[in-house]
C-alpha cells in the first residue's frame, strides 16, 4: 500500500540553526509532492509543491525542497529558522492515477527556541 | 477569496449519538474532500468528491459514516452511531492541492 513516511516526530532548534525535515514515500509511479504547514491554532497551509522539472523547489518563507527520486524522498529545509517557524509540518503525496487521492504523513511537530 | 467554511468548530457527543457536519468549499472547486486526523496522526481521507460524484470512499467506514454533496457544492459528513474512536479533527478541503477548512474538532465521551 502506498504510504508517507516523516521519521522526526518532534524536533527541537533554537532559532538561526538550520533545518531539514525527512519524508520518504512508497510508490512506484509518478507522484506530486506537496508540504503541508500547521501554525498554532491556524488551518493547514500549503507551504510548497512539486509536479515537475527542477527538482528543487522554493516555497513561502524561505522554505525549499529537494526530490530525489531515486531514493523517494522529498526533504524539506530552511536555512534559518525563526521562532514563527514553530508548527507542524506534514508531507503528502498525491498519486497520479487511479483515483488521484492525496497521502499525508504523520506530520513533525517543529518547536524553535528563541 | 473566501476561504473553506466548515461548521460547527466543536463538538462533543456520547457514544452512540449520532453528529452531522457541514461543509462549503471555494467557489467554483469541484474537487471536495474529508479528511479525518487523529490526534498525534496526519489527515486520513474519508471522502472525495468530484463534483457531486464520489471519487474515492475506500477508507470510510460505511457502516456508520455518510457523507454526502448536494448539487456539487456544500458537503455534509455523518456519523451515525458514533464511537469513543472517532475523536478527532474532522477537515474538509477543495481544490488542487487541497485547501483547507478550520476543521471540526468532535470529541465523543
Known amino acids: 500500500a502506498q504510504s508517507v513516511s516523516q521519521h522526526n516526530h518532534h524536533v527541537i532548534l533554537s532559532e538561526a540553526a538550520s533545518l531539514e525535515l525527512g519524508c520518504n514515500y512508497s510508490?512506484?509511479?509518478?507522484?506530486?509532492l506537496f508540504w503541508y504547514v500547521q501554525y498554532p491554532g491556524q488551518h493547514l497551509q500549503l507551504l510548497l509543491k512539486?509536479?515537475?522539472?527542477?527538482?528543487l523547489v522554493k516555497g513561502i518563507k524561505g522554505f525549499e525542497a529537494e526530490f530525489i527520486k531515486s531514493k523517494f524522498s522529498f526533504n524539506l529545509r530552511k536555512p534559518s529558522v525563526q521562532w514563527s517557524d514553530t508548527a507542524e509540518y506534514f508531507c503528502a503525496v498525491r498519486l497520479t492515477s487511479g483515483t488521484y487521492k492525496y497521502i499525508f504523513g504523520t506530520g513533525t511537530r517543529l518547536k524553535v527556541l528563541a | 477569496e473566501a476561504g473553506v467554511a466548515q461548521s460547527p468548530r466543536y463538538k462533543i457527543i456520547e457514544k452512540r449519538q449520532s453528529v452531522a457536519f457541514w461543509c462549503n468549499p471555494i467557489?467554483?472547486?469541484?474537487?471536495l474532500y474529508w479528511y479525518q486526523q487523529i490526534l498525534g496522526q496526519g489527515p486520513k481521507l474519508l471522502i472525495q468528491f468530484q463534483n457531486n460524484g464520489v471519487v474515492d470512499d475506500s477508507q470510510l467506514p460505511k457502516d456508520r459514516f455518510s457523507a454526502e454533496r448536494l448539487k456539487g457544492v456544500d458537503s455534509t459528513l455523518k456519523i451515525q452511531p458514533a464511537k469513543l474512536e472517532d475523536s478527532a479533527v474532522y477537515l474538509c478541503a477543495s481544490s488542487f492541492p487541497p485547501t483547507f477548512g478550520p476543521g471540526t474538532r468532535l470529541t465523543v465521551t
Open positions: 467557489s467554483g472547486h469541484a474537487t
Open positions: 510508490y512506484g509511479g509518478t507522484v506530486n
Open positions: 512539486y509536479f515537475s522539472g527542477d527538482p
